[in-house]
């Protein structure tokens, strides 16, 4: 029996195939990004002719590896990342994620004075002087949303999670956006959500990561190999076995930054 008009299967056809008109750019990011339209859902499509070379990164695949952090999201439940997916648009064949409006009163991660870093609910990441020679501190929510987030991050192995990257939605959920610097083999996680370093994880945390690591003995696992390397797959199932084993959040290790740059 066909799907009735208006059921999820119409509007999932209609996100796959529907046409993909193109109604502005976002000029801030570092690769081609741009607002378009399908059928009146507001998306961003970021075209695989569009990506800039990357040192440490496989060119013309960054697409397929924000794909591949939305499906790792969907595993976990905790819905960090906007559904994502890969189909075909007017510059090519490139990554669709659904447009998320976020709330402009608040922000996830903030830079203040360093002698006004909230006593409560906020945990500092790093100080600094700013252009003008004053004492600031990067700082971060202290909320089971981000916490959630800076688990994600670790098994994905983020290497770009600056401030702006954090959607603060109006009730109070979090978005991760821009994953396109995720799951190499080597380690790369740069991130600004470092507030937690040697805590224990939550049994929801936990139960997070025993979800991934028997999806990639599965399904994800059979999904993830047409969208990342097999020592990518590898590294991500070490990645998830050792943070399970530790069971705690890490410290920055290694020669890279442990912070992105910018910040924000």
């Not at 970021?46 to 496989?58: R, S, T, V, Y």
């Not at 600056?162 to 978005?175: E, N, Q, S, T, V």
Request: hydrophobic share 40%.
């Amino acid at each position: 029996m066909p799907p009735e008009a208006g059921s999820d299967a119409d509007a999932d056809t209609d996100l796959r195939d529907g046409e993909l008109e193109l109604t502005g750019r976002i000029t801030t990011a570092s690769n081609a990004t741009f607002l378009g339209s399908i059928g009146g859902v507001t998306v961003v499509y970021k075209p695989i002719a569009g990506e800039h070379p990357l040192w440490d990164f496989p060119d013309g695949d960054l697409a397929g590896r924000e794909v591949a952090a939305y499906l790792v999201s969907e595993v976990f439940g905790w819905n960090v990342v906007p559904r994502t997916w890969l189909r075909d648009g007017p510059m090519g064949r490139g990554m669709v994620q659904l447009w998320q409006e976020s709330d402009p009163e608040q922000d996830a991660v903030d830079l203040v004075g360093s002698g006004a870093v909230p006593e409560a609910g906020w945990r500092p990441v790093l100080d600094g002087t700013d252009e003008q020679g004053d004492q600031v501190t990067l700082i971060h929510e202290d909320s089971a949303a981000l916490r959630r987030m800076a688990v994600f991050d670790i098994v994905v192995n983020n290497a770009d999670r600056k401030g702006d990257h954090i959607l603060a939605m109006p009730g109070g959920h979090r978005h991760g956006v821009d994953h396109g610097l995720t799951f190499h083999a080597d380690h790369k996680l740069r991130t600004v959500l470092w507030g937690w370093i040697g805590e224990a994880l939550t049994a929801e945390e936990l139960a997070g990561i025993d979800r991934v690591v028997s999806q990639l003995a599965g399904g994800l696992g059979e999904t993830l190999a047409g969208l990342l390397s097999d020592p990518e797959i590898a590294a991500l199932a070490a990645r998830c076995d050792r943070l399970r084993a530790e069971g705690r959040f890490p410290a920055p290790h290694g020669q890279m930054p442990a912070v992105p740059w910018p910040l924000f």
